[in-house]
């Protein structure tokens, strides 16, 4: 069984204030990457349970705060899953709906006291049942970096992160484009079940994530929430997305 030996692993533990039922080892499974793996893993790949020491290299104790680069569980409450259901049945809401629950989502956020960037984004990725890759992307340091994903919808679903070989960015190196790919190359995978209402608190987190739809029934939307540059956004809004600044969303322009 190959092991994550002297590969950079992230730190995961669930975010203070929050509880998970389940527990972090029964969520993740890992996987190792086959010989000229092109960095993220396909319908063949062999998912497995996480070895005790895979365990103690990956998993944290619960804390009363969350360091910035570690990766946490969040879990969002009924009346935001009702709030996004209420969305979903009016097929295409109109902007200012979704606005008006992306304002719900931040103050959530805010009262758990995560620290949200001083600008940012929200949008719904979809994608259909079967994908190895659903194109959340990489969570870049910096501008542009995703921070959260949510899962609000009935089913569960999956996201991986990638394990890198060597070190990691340092903290003070400048901050990468969310869409430039890695230049370490993955060895190994982690994969965590979302279950309805659960999302992972990415922060400042130097990862390369995507989400995993294989062996699911239904489509997929998870809530994104990405850090957005200080000046003027550089290109127009995609659909159905809605900013903040200062944690008061905006509708797109």
């Known amino acids: 069984m190959a092991s994550l030996d002297e590969l950079t692993l992230p730190a995961i533990r669930v975010a203070p204030g929050f509880h998970d039922a389940i527990g972090l080892a029964a969520r993740i499974a890992v996987a190792t990457a086959a010989s000229g793996s092109k960095g993220a893993p396909t319908k063949a790949t062999a998912w497995r349970a996480l070895s005790a020491a895979e365990s103690d290299g990956v998993l944290r104790a619960p804390a009363n705060e969350l360091g910035p680069d570690e990766i946490a569980l969040v879990r969002f409450p009924a009346h935001l899953r009702a709030s996004w259901r209420a969305l979903a049945r009016e097929g295409a809401p109109p902007e200012s709906g979704f606005v008006a629950f992306v304002a719900e989502f931040l103050r959530f956020l805010r009262f758990k006291r995560l620290p949200l960037p001083e600008r940012c984004r929200c949008d719904v990725v979809e994608s259909a049942p079967g994908s ?37 960015a340092s903290p003070t190196a400048p901050a990468r484009s969310s869409v430039e790919p890695a230049r370490r190359a993955a060895r190994a995978w982690l994969r965590i079940r979302l279950e309805p209402g659960d999302g992972l608190w990415l922060g400042d987190a130097d990862v390369v994530i995507d989400g995993w739809t294989i062996g699911g029934g239904a489509p997929a939307r998870l809530l994104t929430l990405r850090a957005e540059p200080s000046g003027p956004p550089s290109a127009a809004p995609r659909r159905r997305a809605a900013r903040s600044r200062g944690g008061a969303p905006r509708p797109p322009r």
């Open 132 to 168: 190895a890759a659903t194109g959340l992307a990489r969570a870049a340091r910096g501008a542009g970096g995703l921070r959260c994903i949510a899962n609000l919808e009935d089913d569960p679903t999956y996201a991986w992160i990638a394990c890198m070989e060597g070190a990691p």
